[in-house]
């Protein structure tokens, strides 16, 4: 199709401006992530402290505030494992890397045989990857079971988002102290073992608060952009 002159001109320009508002949504949303790592490193480290707040805080082990219980073996790739009509997910990490702070779907179900040979989470748990792609946090928002590529944070003593976030800070930390081989994976005693410092629990909420704020401030903004680009 070729229309005159002046439509041409009036289509371009109407498409150069969603370009240009586009544009302005990613660099609203890139400043606005960077904002949030930055607020992420002063809250948890101590460095700025929310208004009425005051206090040491603790040095404890993740392994002092938690449970941490890994998955069970995979199960073989066979249809008597799972059940595409059930209600128990089976989480893999493709279904983490489409989430962001909840999971709630995955593209598999186990059978009541699969569920039987899995660890059984329950809806509103924490868990993390601890293969492949390490370190990403995730809370439940369905039943699922996990396999031995991920740990759940069970009779937790802390925040449970505190405590999200605060993995969240330090995912791009695992790698560093993660074993290699055909895939890069964590162990539990290292898991365990990882140091955090906490607030007084009024705190910690006040943190989880804050940085659960700026998660729906983004949520907002890139829902936008989606919009837009469609």
């Known amino acids: 199709p070729f229309p005159e002159p002046c439509e041409q001109e009036a289509i371009a320009i109407a498409l150069k401006d969603v370009d240009a508002l586009i544009a302005g949504l990613e660099q609203l949303i890139g400043k606005k992530r960077d904002i949030k790592q930055a ?10 402290r929310l208004p009425g707040f005051s206090g040491d805080w603790d040095q404890r082990r993740l392994g002092d505030l938690a449970k941490i219980q890994r998955g069970a073996s995979r199960p073989i790739d066979s249809p008597i494992w799972f059940d595409d009509s059930a209600v128990v997910g089976w989480v893999r990490i493709s279904d983490l890397t489409r989430s ?37 946090p995730v809370i439940t928002k369905i039943d699922v079971c ?11 003593q802390v925040n449970k988002y505190f405590l999200f976030y605060f993995l969240k800070w330090i995912e791009p930390h695992w790698s560093r102290h993660g074993q ?18 906490v607030p007084a629990i009024e705190e910690q909420n006040a943190i989880a608060t804050i940085l659960s704020d700026m998660d729906t401030d983004l949520s907002a903004l890139e829902a936008r952009l989606a919009k837009t680009q469609t």
Do not use: K, W
Not at 39 to 48: E, K, N, R, S
Not at 146 to 156: A, E, K, Q, R, T
Not at 180 to 197: F, V
């Open 100 to 136: 962001g702070m909840y999971l709630t779907e995955t593209v598999q179900r186990l059978s009541e045989l699969g569920i039987a040979h899995s660890r059984p989470v329950s809806s509103g748990s924490l868990i993390m990857s601890i293969c492949a792609t390490v370190g990403r």
């Open 39 to 48: 607020a992420m490193q002063q809250l948890f480290t101590g460095q700025t």
């Open 146 to 156: 996990i396999h031995d590529g991920f740990v759940v944070f069970d009779s937790l």
């Open 180 to 197: 290699t081989g055909s895939q890069m994976n964590l162990n539990t005693a290292l898991i365990n073992g990882t140091e955090i410092q």
